[in-house]
């Protein structure tokens, strides 16, 4: 298995390379001044890219989607209520020239664009993931959810990853300010989604280091009783 991330652009987003067989790859979350490292790092390794995969529609996790998956000719999947934020950055008195300017962004639909609604199972790069839907950061924010095979020798008490995107990250959550944003949404999400995984899931989250879902359900103040009410 070849897993790896970097944080990228101004909002330093994660974006994943994830090879199940080390061969075949899918590319999670390519935001803004990803592309470039996604090549180099897919020829590298030698990799095959063979999907696309986005948590939800934010400009910081979807900004090089179309580059990525028309690069590869592969598809990109996203959840059919964040499907906007491909085209519209959903950031009002923000026009597309500006972010080309500023960003180098220009955004667009992928040539093949497939959408979810949640309860899924997507097969890529000969791995199943199972699409969570937890909205509250955005309508169309999803868990991706991929059961492990066989425990791995460097994490034995580790069974599936989870790329939780902004739903949950490690000590905190994602912010239900923004456009498209419902805290009642979030707190169901937290509740009824994120405290039923497993304690032996790590979490992979859209921004900052990795985590484990044990570790958030015994540190992480927002899935407490005294914040989920």
Known sequence: MFLTSFPAGPWQANTYVFAPD???AVVIDPGVGAFDPVVRI???HGLTVQGVLLTHGHIDHVATAADVADRYGV????HHADRELLTDPGMPGVPMEVLVAQFGVNLREPSDLRTWSGGETVEVAGASFEIVHAPGHRPGCVLLRHRLPEALPQM???RELIFSGDVVFAGSIGRTDLPGG???AMITSLRDV???????AALLPGHGPQTTMAHERATNPYLQPSFLG
């Open 75 to 78: 598809p990109a999947w996203i």
């Open 194 to 200: 994120v405290l039923g995984l497993p304690d032996a």
């Open 22 to 24: 080390d061969t075949h």
């Open 182 to 184: 419902d805290q009642a």
């Open 156 to 158: 034995p008490a580790v």
């Open 42 to 44: 897919v020829d590298e």
